[in-house]
């Protein structure tokens, strides 16, 4: 029982069955717009499950980007969507802006996209629901400007390569408090991350 997607229907749906969010893991959808469906084909477009995602502030279900997110980006290359940072499918260039292939919306600031993107969405009747949610959001301390969170060209030391190396160094180091070697340093050590140097 499909609502009119106006936000204004009380009871739209009736509950079927419920189970759980894993069991929806590689089933295939058919995406809104069809922007990237051709360049990224079988690989894009399917149910990914992850930890980060919960129902305590949601529906537990999200849509992911991998070039606007670090669990996004960190999903879609463990699940084969993306190949490695050079294959990010990104369509929003350093003004914030819509580039190609969002063919309908090329030129538009992201941020005032939002109600033409629901209008296109209306038109065609895929709108179950629209609401306006109150959430936090980054904003520029500098400028007051929202902050978009998105993969850019950068040069990083890769750390990872060499953890054990710096794990195995610190072994035959002498710290002076002594739990400073075997818990902090050590853990920091062993959960340290490629490091990026050109910020």
Same mark, same amino acid.
């Given at each position: 029982? /499909? ?9 739209? &749906? ?9 069991? $929806? /893991?590689?089933?295939? &959808?058919?995406? @809104? ?5 051709? %360049? $990224? ?28 997110? %670090?669990?996004?980006?960190?999903v879609s290359l463990a699940n084969g969507i993306i190949k490695d940072?050079?294959? @990010? ?8 802006k819509f580039t190609e292939p969002i063919a309908d919306f090329v ?7 939002d109600k033409a993107i629901i209008k296109a969405l209306k038109e065609?009747?895929?709108?179950? /629901?629209? %609401?306006? &949610? ?12 929202? $902050?978009? &969170? ?38 920091? $050590? ?10």
């Amino acid at each position: 029982n /499909k609502g009119d997607g106006d936000g204004d229907d009380t009871e739209p &749906y009736k509950l079927k069955s419920k189970f759980a969010g894993s069991t $929806l /893991k590689n089933l295939r &959808y058919e995406p @809104l717009f069809p922007y990237y469906k051709d %360049e $990224l084909g079988d690989r894009a477009f399917r149910v990914c499950c992850d930890t980060y995602v919960t129902a305590d502030s949601g529906t537990g279900v999200v849509h992911s980007a991998p070039a606007f997110g %670090e669990d996004d980006y960190r999903v879609s290359l463990a699940n084969g969507i993306i190949k490695d940072e050079a294959s @990010l499918p990104c369509a929003v260039d350093s003004a914030g802006k819509f580039t190609e292939p969002i063919a309908d919306f090329v030129g538009m600031y992201v941020k005032d996209a939002d109600k033409a993107i629901i209008k296109a969405l209306k038109e065609r009747d895929v709108v179950v /629901k629209s %609401e306006q &949610y109150k959430h936090s959001y980054p904003f520029c301390w500098r400028t007051d400007t929202p $902050l978009i &969170y998105k993969a850019v060209p950068s040069w990083f030391v890769r750390v990872t390569d060499v953890r054990e190396r710096l794990c195995k160094h610190n072994e035959g180091t002498h710290w002076v408090p002594t739990f400073i070697k075997e818990r902090r340093f050590h853990n920091w $050590l062993e959960n340290a991350r490629d490091s990026c140097i050109s910020r």
